[in-house]
């Protein structure tokens, strides 16, 4: 990269990575930035979030677009906002629906074309609470069924199988139907905490 960053956001498409906000060190104050990496290079793009941003989730929409959720703006103010950028920098999206609750540290992810945002923390409590947006109707909607307290704070959540899967320092995976959370004791290795995680397609074989 061509700056140091840490608790940024990383989102992959199809011949490019982007990364947005994130601070040098972990202390000094957040920047707004987006960086693209083509498959060799590293650019620094002339576009920026329309605010510096730590601790926040990013979710990739299309093959151009993403979007960009939640966070803190500095050690003590989180965010509820969410916005929609493309690959190039671009604000596409700027007055859509802000989630219920301001959340930082939490995960998001795409499923049957609905964001889901779950977990993470606010005004220094951690949650459990997982919630939808429709982006055909912009709205946000609290979902039922409860994380466990464990592993909700700086978790991720993919879609894996078909299912919301939550990973932090515990894992549990979400039964829409059934509305609620299981914890999987078997993928449940130790506590984990400011990692990156990556869901690779396995052979039946």
């Excluded at 989102?11 to 060190?25: E, L, N, W």
């Excluded at 916005?83 to 049957?112: P, Q």
């Amino acid at each position: 990269m061509i700056m140091p960053r840490s608790y940024h956001t990383m989102s992959a498409f199809k011949d490019s990575v982007v990364i947005t906000g994130g601070s040098p060190d972990g202390v000094a104050p957040p920047n707004n930035e987006i960086e693209i990496f083509n498959g060799t290079t590293w650019t620094k793009l002339n576009k920026t979030l329309t605010s510096p941003r730590i601790h926040h989730c990013a979710v990739v929409i299309s093959e151009t677009e993403f979007y960009v959720l939640g966070g803190q703006s500095d050690k003590i103010t989180t965010l509820s906002i969410m916005e929609k950028y493309n690959i190039d920098g671009n604000l596409v999206a700027g007055n859509l629906a802000n989630m219920t609750i301001a959340r930082s540290k939490f995960g998001c992810a795409l499923l049957d074309g609905k964001i889901y945002a779950a977990g993470g923390g606010s005004d220094g409590t951690s949650m459990t609470t997982m919630e939808v947006y429709d982006p055909l109707k912009d709205t946000w909607t609290r979902v039922a069924g409860q994380l466990g307290i464990f592993g909700t704070l700086s978790n991720h959540l993919v879609m894996l199988n078909g299912k919301l899967v939550s990973y932090g320092q515990s894992v549990f995976s979400y039964d829409a139907e059934g509305e609620n959370w299981t914890q999987i004791e078997e993928a449940n290795k130790g506590g984990n905490a400011y990692f990156a995680l990556v869901v690779v397609p396995c052979s039946e074989d």
